[in-house]
């Protein structure tokens, strides 16, 4: 299995990714970029100062200065390169994954490299050509900064009780200094950084990791908690009842916020979000936008389509309206805070008028690296016969009154698959048939 993905670099430390394969990534990288600042972060997993330290040697020797900005969010990493206008940036992280992964996120400039640019360090690194010379190293905090920018942007204008979880991972360090100063009342969960992830994977799309969220938040009658995963660039929200909200809802609730000041706004959004995510936009005068899964695909896309916001099921959230247009699940939970200080209604009572759908959460199914995308364009075959395929990621199958998906995961052995209609009978049929069709494939039979 490649260790060189769709929009990043990752997985298994010790296996796939090591000391050595990191200093070869960061000459691979300085090559690359030729010359110029790189801005490093690493999350707070145990082999990221093993992955840091030879990154950054490698990084120096092909003539890059680099200014280490310690443990930090995926967020400030990004934030870092507009604050300190650097030549591009590299975030060490396993993201969501298990604690033994780990990988590499590059930018070049404010942009993530993703697909063929990932590709091209691969070359670099088979070639063993690499441009041979001496940066230098620097330090730098940016939390503080990144803290006031984010306070110049947003407004609570009424006191909420917020209940923040950051799963042990690098949003402990920044959300709840940001949401005490934006002068929320403050219960902090696992916000101590520790990278065996004790108390619960930080994953906000399972909804087994926020039972603890959920009690809490019932616990203490707050106005809304969130979860962040182990790098803090996603969000998971669950609302005053301690009900969850979805990604799909979540960004229905930003997007009526947008949509109130800037009508005919793009509003671009992932294969996996709701149908009525898709009505209430064009309900609120806006445009949707549906495209590819995956952070480099949709920061791309929300610039070439000049979107003021775009989101994933998975809880990335991107905003231009005000921000920078990368995925920051602090910025998105401050938003949320904003949003929901505005209003005189609950976030369980603006939810209630979303228009109800049935769905599935995220479903991952193991399936061999190798045949993952051979199985996906089998299914875009067979019920191309008799449905509808959008296929701008994966197989999204339309139905009259539903629809279901098969897609390849980018970061994993796994089909996602999720499935929706308009009343939980047919959700089951809907999901049936196509699982049905799953099972005609041996290698997912242990899965299904």
Not at 63 to 80: A, M, R, W
Not at 223 to 251: C, E, S
Request: aromatic share 8%.
């Amino acid at each position: 299995m490649s260790i060189f993905r769709a929009y990043d670099i990752r997985g298994i430390f010790g296996k796939d990714l090591t000391g050595e394969i990191s200093n070869k990534i960061g000459r691979a990288f300085g090559t690359y970029l030729k010359d110029g600042t790189v801005a490093v972060g690493k999350d707070n997993r145990l082999s990221s100062p093993t992955l840091r330290d030879s990154l950054i040697d490698g990084l120096i020797s092909s003539g890059i200065d680099v200014i280490d900005l310690g443990i930090i969010p995926t967020p400030l990493l990004y934030f870092s390169i507009f604050k300190l206008n650097t030549d591009g940036g590299v975030m060490i992280t396993g993201s969501h994954n298990p604690p033994e992964y780990n990988g590499f996120k590059l930018c070049k400039g404010t942009d993530t490299l993703y697909g063929d640019e990932i590709q091209e360090i691969k070359k670099i690194i088979d070639s063993g050509e690499f441009k041979r010379e001496e940066g230098k190293l620097t330090e730098k905090n940016i939390i503080d900064d990144y803290i006031g920018d984010v306070k110049k942007k947003i407004t609570v204008k009424r006191k909420l009780k917020v209940v923040i979880d950051a799963g042990n991972g690098t949003a402990g360090i920044v959300a709840p200094i940001l949401f005490r100063e934006l002068g929320c009342d403050v219960i902090e969960l696992n916000c101590k950084l520790d990278g065996n992830f004790p108390s619960h994977h930080p994953d906000p799309t399972i909804d087994e990791y926020l039972g603890e969220l959920i009690a809490i938040v019932k616990e203490k009658n707050a106005d809304f908690g969130v979860a962040y995963d182990g790098d803090a660039d996603r969000a998971g929200f669950v609302d005053d009842n301690g009900d969850i909200i979805r990604g799909d809802q979540a960004l229905i609730l930003f997007s009526r916020e947008i949509l109130e000041k800037r009508k005919n706004s793009k509003i671009v959004f992932e294969v996996k979000c709701s149908q009525a995510l898709i009505e209430d936009i064009k309900e609120h005068g806006g445009i949707p936008i549906m495209y590819k899964t995956g952070h480099s695909f949709i920061k791309k896309k929300i610039k070439d389509e000049d979107s003021p916001l775009a989101g994933e099921m998975s809880g990335h959230f991107y905003f231009r309206d005000n921000y920078y247009g990368y995925d920051d699940g602090i910025f998105a939970s401050a938003r949320m805070a904003q949003l929901l200080s505005k209003s005189k209604e609950k976030a369980s009572e603006l939810l209630a008028k979303v228009p109800k759908y049935y769905s599935t959460p995220e479903i991952r199914i193991d399936c061999p690296e190798d045949l993952k995308f051979k199985i996906v364009d089998e299914i875009t075959k067979k019920f191309k016969k008799t449905n509808e395929v959008i296929t701008v990621d994966g197989a999204r199958i339309q139905f009259k009154d539903g629809w279901g998906l098969v897609r390849a995961s980018n970061t994993q052995p796994a089909l996602i698959l999720r499935f929706e209609a308009k009343t939980q009978n047919r959700l089951e049929e809907i999901k049936k048939k196509v699982i049905g069709e799953l099972r005609k494939f041996p290698a997912l039979n242990k899965s299904l």
